[in-house]
């Protein structure tokens, strides 16, 4: 194994103390694990919160500050945060208007956030949640009970957080946050499987030249393996199974992910034969978004996520943001 680490053990206190120096625009707590923006509490403004796993990034450590979230909760290397540290977070970005969970649909995230949305209240926060299970691929997977919640995940972060930023209340931000997660859908594709600090070996056994049609951001079997294909082949696959589910009317938010370890070379050639599968679909496309998003530390491969938007999400998307992970319009 070679990794650019010291020790398996302090691997995501050494990131979070790495993002603090790089990042003096937030307020990085290494030790109870919490990153908040640090202009927080804004008054008036309905704060986000979300949180995961590490080995993701820059998801969702990288996706605080103005236009998305206000705190994000790290897990150790694909754990659930401890509810604990969602309570900690909520107290420091809740302006008295709510306060809103984002989470991905894995067992333990789900469970960890329903507890701390209870013990949040005891506390007098106004606590709402909205899950995100965008992941076409399978509908039950290790460590998930139904869909799992993978791309889309940078759709509602962004567009639900841009509706905050503009001052909605929590009712109105949860009901835009649903419906972009009701509007989104997703497929991954893995060439090599990743590795993690503590195993030291890939986490599945994926043979020379074959992938996995459907994987998971941990790793989690997908839908079938098969022998490996061209990146045109690839995105037909891809983005049949999401249109084949989706059924969009409307144009479409694209975006091409990479698990990691994909070169942007390769991603932006696998963007462009997504755009052509679109087309043949005849799927409208409204705005597109290549890169390494939602990773799976150094897994190679990839993911599609679509989002259909009318003119109220698209404006949203479009909106100011200016985190570690994505920004613009500032």
Known sequence: MKMLINVAETVVADALRGMAA????????????????????????VALISGGGSGHEPLHGGFVGPGMLDAACPGEVFTSPVPDQMVRAAAAVDSGAGVLFLVKNYTGDVLNFRMAAELAEDEGITVASVLVDDDVAVTDSTFTAGRRGTGATLFVEKIAGAAAEEGAPLERVEAIARRVVGASRSFGVALAACTTPAKGSPTFDLPPGQLELGVGIHGEPGRERCAMMTSREIAEVAVDAVLDDLQPELPVLVLVNGAGATPLLELYGFAAEVHRRLADREVAVARTLVGDYVTSLDMAGASVTLCQVDGELLRLWDAPVQTAGLRWGR
């Open 22 to 45: 790089a990042h003096p625009e937030l307020v990085v707590d290494v030790e109870n694990r919490v990153v908040v923006r640090r202009d927080a509490p804004v008054a008036g403004k």
